[in-house]
């Protein structure tokens, strides 16, 4: 019996869809039933469709509002509208990279504030620093389990 087993049979078939996705660096667990108690605007920014649309729905069964930017480009002009409290964000992205993203977004007066966490499968100490140097707050290694998401986002700084 797999720890999906053991869910409600909605949130189990879930789970094991999201194990089953071509969705690298999203690992699931039965942690996907926990929900906030102070839901969150949350910006997810990821070039891979699936991993974007798994991690963006995942947000969502916490409790938060998660928008989906595909990349740099999209997630500044959606950052302005939606005003995040957290932009999870990889970091190689086309055309304009996550560490540019992230300077753009401190670099704004309204959205400054947000907490920029790297999620991505660059985890060499140079990805770290430059990560760091960019502003995020946080660097991932992909996969990501739904425990430390969860965690990363009731935390609170936001």
């Known amino acids: 019996m797999s720890p999906a087993d053991a869910l409600p049979s909605d949130v189990a078939s879930y789970a094991r869809s999201m194990t089953e996705t071509h969705a690298p660096g999203l690992t699931t667990t039965p942690y996907v039933v ?4 102070r839901p969150r605007r949350v910006l997810v920014v990821e070039d891979n469709l699936d991993t974007g649309r798994a991690l963006t729905e995942l947000v969502r069964d916490i409790g938060h509002d998660a928008q989906y930017a595909i990349n740099g480009y999209a997630a500044l002009e959606l950052a302005r509208a939606l ?8 970091i190689g992205l086309p055309g304009m990279t996550g560490f540019e993203v992230c300077r ?7 959205l400054r504030l947000a907490r ?22 946080l660097h991932l290694v992909k ?16």
């Open 34 to 37: 926990r929900h906030t108690a």
């Open 83 to 90: 005003r995040p409290h957290f932009v999870l964000l990889d």
């Open 104 to 110: 753009r977004l401190k670099q704004d007066p309204e």
């Open 116 to 137: 920029v966490i790297a999620i991505t499968a660059y985890g060499g100490e140079q990805h770290r620093a430059g990560a760091r140097a960019a502003g995020c707050e």
């Open 143 to 158: 996969p990501v389990s739904a425990q430390t998401l969860f965690d990363v986002l009731e935390s609170s700084r936001a």
